[in-house]
């Protein structure tokens, strides 16, 4: 009950209760773009802001698709589960995208939308706006349900509880990943009594897969670990078991930090030729372990898939052979391995010592070509504006990369200090998860690296607006190439000797003229810069920081860089 001026008490209503519930379950934020299915949840805000009730906070986002960009970085950043609200099913239209890079890299987040109101007359909260018989939809979930885990509408008040902890104990359950809840203004305006609820448990591997695995480390002569993405704790036991036992391990596709960049055994981002000598390849968190139609391990290699969901069963198609598969957390997979190795590991030590011997000259060679590849020239090339953030902007410095950092030459030691774009590869997801982390761990440096492409898809003036209205000072770095290069290239993969190839494959890639997008985000109050020579850019990063971390103010670095 609340109080009213007059004296006069209120019952709770559900939208209230639907807050609270979000509270309970770990929610810090509600990242919301209102519309007319609102009303309830701004009256449960304002009566919580009067009451001092634990809601979450709400962060105004003005496009959906950036909110749930937000809510990404922000489970990065905390392991939370994150909640969004959007209007009905166009707002829910818009979010879509960002959802499909969430899903796939199995973030819990509770994507609530509102409902056209039920009723056409009578009922507090009936219908009051043409638009609201337009937006109704036989299926509003039928448009999210590939992406969700589970959806559900509220139909009876004093369920709207219930409901959350169950959205939540089926997006926390692993592998996580986010749940729809409709919420129809009708019974979210009702009066109710309240809710409460439970946590999901992580998963943990058989003890006869991992020995069976153990075994076959033990017995290898040329093993490889191919992983993708790992939390932090799963980093220092990949970086333990990657050491004593000499294997190399690949990051393909990464989309987070696997291992530290200078671990002895962190062979870079490609397969190639490791995968193809191997005899026993692990794939570990990783849904595409090497690009089939390039390369594949030798006939009579041992595969062994480690995953949450080593099937990835909501992918459509997959066929990467396995000859065993360990269904388990990352970090419990490889801390039950380590254990299992070392006593098998006696009669395997000299093996070891020769790989590690092998291993230490060929890291000579790669780490040589890399200095090579990296170095000044006369324009600024993606392979050392990636040295120089990496080196220019410390180890602590958290980076969104929404593809265009060159991984290899970017160096990034600690856990938890770059993310991707997931394998859905919906653009426009590196701004807000940028912003979305700066939210969730307010006292750390967030750095957006950005293809001009990936900028422009990001809502950038909706980016901007968040940043300075919300207080989320970060730095963006566009790599601005003038141009959409994964295009290009797809076309130049396949018609080079086309006709597409006389003209270079820019065709449908030209981003000619570029904005200038240093003056554009300017005029929205960020510090920026445009950076083309090469001598410039140290300074250039280090005063741009600067006015972050110091300055506390958002900055934007235009970087010219032909590629
Ligand atoms: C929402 C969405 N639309 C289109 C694409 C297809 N796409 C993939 S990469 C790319 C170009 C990216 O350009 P940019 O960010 O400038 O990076 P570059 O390729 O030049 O490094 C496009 C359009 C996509 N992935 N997502």
Redesign the pocket.
């Known amino acids: 009950m609340a109080v009213t001026p007059t004296g006069r008490e209120r019952p709770t209503i559900a939208a209230e209760a639907f807050l609270r519930a979000l509270a309970d379950h770990g929610a810090d934020y509600l990242f919301v773009n209102p519309g007319t299915d609102f009303p309830p949840i701004v009256e449960a805000f304002d009566r919580a802001k009067k009451t001092n009730a634990r809601v979450p906070k709400p962060v105004l986002v003005p496009h959906e698709n950036l909110a749930v960009a937000m809510a990404h970085g922000a489970y990065l950043m905390s392991g939370r589960p994150q909640a969004v609200m959007v209007h009905v099913n166009v707002g829910t239209a818009n979010t879509i ?1 960002n959802l499909a890079n969430l899903s796939r890299d199995r973030v819990p987040l509770i994507l609530a939308a509102g409902r056209t109101p039920l009723t056409e007359k009578g009922a507090f909260g009936t219908r009051s706006r043409p638009i609201q018989w337009g937006q109704e939809m036989f299926d509003q979930a039928g448009m999210v349900r590939e992406l969700v885990k589970w959806d559900y509408e509220l139909r009876v008040p004093a369920q709207v509880g219930d409901m959350v902890a169950r959205g939540v104990e089926v997006a926390m359950a692993h592998p996580r990943g986010p749940v729809y809840l409709m919420l129809p203004r009708e019974p979210l305006s009702a009066p109710l009594t309240e809710p409460i609820a439970p946590a999901a448990a992580p998963v943990h591997p058989d003890p006869r897969t991992i020995a069976t695995l153990a075994e076959w480390i033990a017995g290898a002569e040329r093993p490889l670990i191919i992983t993708t993405v790992l939390a932090p704790a799963a980093v220092r036991a990949l970086g333990a078991l990657a050491e004593r036992c000499a294997i190399p391990v690949i990051a393909h596709s990464p989309r987070s930090v696997c291992l530290p960049s200078s671990h002895p055994m962190h062979f870079g981002f490609e397969p190639g030729t490791l995968v193809a000598d191997a005899d026993l390849v692990i794939v570990l968190e990783c849904d595409v372990p090497w690009m089939p139609h390039l390369q594949h391990p030798p006939a009579g290699c041992r595969i062994a898939h480690v995953a949450e969901d080593p099937f990835f069963v909501r992918y459509p198609m997959r066929s990467f052979p396995s000859d065993l598969s360990v269904q388990s957390g990352a970090t419990n997979a490889l801390e039950a391995l380590i254990e299992a190795v070392e006593p098998r590991l006696q009669m395997a030590d000299a093996r070891i010592a020769a790989r590690r011997a092998r291993l230490t000259e060929r890291m000579r060679t790669r780490r040589a070509q890399l200095t090579k590849d990296s170095a000044v020239g006369e324009r600024i090339s ?1 392979e050392y504006l990636s040295r120089a953030i990496g080196e220019t902007l410390g180890e602590d410095a958290i980076i969104f990369n ?3 950092l060159r991984a290899d030459h970017c160096p990034r030691e600690k856990p938890g200090t770059f993310f991707a774009v997931g394998n859905a ?4 997801w590196g701004f807000g998860a940028a912003l979305g982390a700066k939210l969730a761990a307010p006292d750390t440096f967030v750095v957006a690296t ?8 990001s809502n950038p003036t909706v980016g901007h607006w968040v940043s300075a209205a919300h207080n989320l000072p970060i730095l963006t770095i566009v ?3 003038s ?8 076309t130049l993969s396949m018609f080079k000797d086309g006709v597409a190839g006389e003209s270079d494959g820019r065709m449908l ?1 030209d ?1 000619d003229p570029a904005p200038p997008y240093d003056e554009i985000a300017r005029a929205q109050g960020a510090y920026t810069e445009r950076v083309e020579k090469p001598s410039d850019l140290p300074d250039a990063l280090t005063r741009a920081r600067d006015a972050v971390v110091d300055g506390r103010r958002q900055a934007l670095l235009n970087v010219i860089t032909p ?1």
């Open positions: 995208n993606p929404e593809y265009p590869g919906g653009l426009g950005l293809g001009d492409g990936a900028y422009m898809f790599f601005n190439n141009r959409y290069g994964a295009v290009r290239r797809a890639a981003l590629y």
